[in-house]
């Protein structure tokens, strides 16, 4: 029976609190702030009212297992009563309202830290332990402003506090509840280990504490910014280029440091022909030093490089702007989704849309979507990089902007095989709308808003991606097609849809979604089919209706 209060106790802590409600506001709180669900992360994006609800319900999970639990299950008395079997029974189930919490079935066994579902155990469990070690908790706060730090010092007091009760009213109280308090407290001081890090470093967040200056903030009435571009490729330079040319102060940053001197001493880049870079673009090459003092980042490295790169930058407070594409194979996670993570002090934004580099350098018309969590973020960075012959639109849908924007990529793949195949016009119009379908159940899939899909970042991106000669993936695709090979001398790949296809092939499988293209874009790039086969696969798929 033990075995049933257990697993009841933690389908009860599972229930995550925190991604339900930031769900039903249409953000996916792991992609947010510090990623975490708990309550402390809710106050951080949705405001006081959110995290308060956060916090309560998430007590009331752990004090509901241990109070109650026993009692509906088995019958019997719980924490009331004094007999040391009923008491072990309660903690029993307190301990699986912990685990439910921080390892939560319903997103992958990864939840909260756990400290409010705790307290509410042994709110049940033990009252006046529980106040000693939150009586700990105040003292730290008000000290430090430090709620990570609090919620360490309440943890180790924990088991100390009980003892101190248990010693003033039962000299011969349950070792057992102390020894467990003990693990719980470990087990909750482990969950904020990423906090531990940031209070090494100094760079954890206080709560009262003031953000940067509005001088410092990029806001659409800021005027010039001071703003660093990582990733010395054609985009980023194009970008940084554009930057200079609405007046900011310009900072790019390449990993190559021989390729940057040549940038900086010829101001041009190879893989920009014909451009000359203005004089006022600045160069740097160590990472840390070429984001001091910026109050926007631009990321335009390549997304395998993504979140060891942006780790390092854990302590940037300002906006960061991702122009990178793609899925992380481990996480699948999109790219806010990592900058959440790595930077998570920092305001996250997506700039995506059909906009090839040597285009946008040369002025010709385009237009991209910055995408965000809040409208007012999306705006500051509209205000960043809009001029007539660069317009920028905004959106909330950061989540679909960015599937868009790498999905789109193994679509020019597709696009490009049928090219080296010579199918004709009717063969890639036909491609194109089913792919539109296949991004469309992708985003339905992650929350996003279908809209989204005929916008900037889905349609706009697919059709440049799938007809351009610019385009690379297309590219790669068309010498599939030819049977030609698709890597670089280097033996790396030659766009970015080569691992995105691996990441949204795996993707499209734990999300259960429909993906033929993908899945025969996957097969030719990884398992050696050929393109004649992965065609026919797709020809003759079973009739239906359009969706």
């Known amino acids: 029976m033990n075995i049933l209060t257990v697993f009841a106790a933690y389908l009860l802590g599972s229930i995550p609190t925190g991604y339900l409600l930031a769900r039903a506001k249409g953000i996916d709180i792991r992609t947010a702030g510090s990623g ?8 951080r994006i949705l405001g006081k009212g959110p995290g308060i609800f956060v916090l309560l319900v998430d007590a009331l999970k752990g004090f509901a297992a241990a109070a109650f639990l026993p009692t509906l299950l088995l019958g019997a008395p719980c924490c009331a009563s004094d007999q040391l079997g009923d008491t072990h029974l309660s903690l029993i ?22 400290i409010a579902t705790t307290a509410g155990v042994f709110l049940a469990l033990t009252p006046v332990g529980l106040g000693l070690a939150f009586g700990v908790w105040l003292m730290v706060f008000g000290l430090s402003r430090y709620v990570s730090l609090a919620s360490i010092a309440a943890a180790a007091a924990l088991p100390f506090a009980i003892w101190f ?13 102390i020894v467990i308090s003990a693990v719980l407290g470990a087990l909750a001081i482990y969950k904020h280990k990423a906090n531990i890090q940031r209070l090494r470093a100094g760079t954890e967040s206080r709560v009262g504490q003031k953000k940067s200056e509005p001088k410092s903030e990029a806001s659409p009435d800021a005027g010039p910014q001071k703003i660093t571009v990582l990733g010395a490729g054609a985009w980023g330079t194009a970008l940084a280029k554009l930057l200079v040319e609405n007046s900011h102060t310009v900072t790019l940053w390449g990993h190559d440091t021989a390729t940057l001197d040549e940038i900086r001493r010829t101001r041009r880049n190879a893989r920009l022909p014909g451009t000359e870079l203005p004089e006022a673009l600045k160069f740097e090459s160590d990472l840390l030093k070429s984001v001091e003092g910026a109050q926007a980042v631009v990321i335009a490295i390549p997304s395998q490089s993504l979140r060891a790169v942006t780790a390092k930058l854990a302590h940037f407070e300002g906006i960061v702007i991702s122009v990178t594409k793609g899925i992380e194979f481990d996480t699948g996670l999109t790219m806010s989704g990592i900058l959440a993570q790595t930077m998570p002090r920092a305001r996250a934004v997506a700039l995506s849309g059909p906009s090839f580099a040597i285009e946008v350098t040369r002025g010709v018309p385009t237009a991209v979507v910055a995408a965000a969590h809040d409208t007012a973020t999306a705006r500051a960075v509209q205000a960043l990089f809009h001029r007539p012959t660069f317009r920028v639109y905004t959106s909330t849908d950061i989540g679909g902007v960015e599937l ?24 890639k119009a036909a491609l194109v709308t089913r792919a539109i379908a296949e991004m469309r159940r992708f985003g339905v899939a992650r929350s996003a808003q279908t809209e989204t899909f005929a916008g900037l970042s889905g349609l706009g991106d697919l059709t440049a991606t799938c007809f ?31 691992p995105t296809a691996k990441s949204a092939h795996q993707l499209a499988r734990q999300l259960g979604v429909e993906a033929p293209i993908i899945n025969e874009v996957y097969a030719m790039l990884y398992e050696g089919k050929p393109p004649a086969k992965a065609v026919q696969n797709l020809l003759t798929r079973e009739s239906k209706a359009e969706d």
């Open 36 to 43: 975490n669900i708990g309550a402390t992360n809710v106050f």
């Open 404 to 427: 868009g924007g790498a999905l789109k990529n193994v679509m020019g793949i597709a696009a490009g095989v049928c090219d080296g195949l010579g199918f004709g016009d009717n063969a």
């Open 93 to 114: 189930a307190g301990i699986g309202a912990i685990l439910g919490h921080n390892y939560t079935c319903w997103l992958k066994f990864k939840g909260g830290k756990g």
């Open 468 to 498: 351009s000669k610019l385009s690379r993936n297309r590219a790669l695709g068309e010498r599939i097609g030819r049977a030609e090979p698709i890597h670089s001398s280097s033996g790396t790949p030659l766009a970015e849809g080569y």
């Open 165 to 177: 009760d248990h010693l003033y009213r039962n000299p011969l109280g349950d070792p057992a509840l």
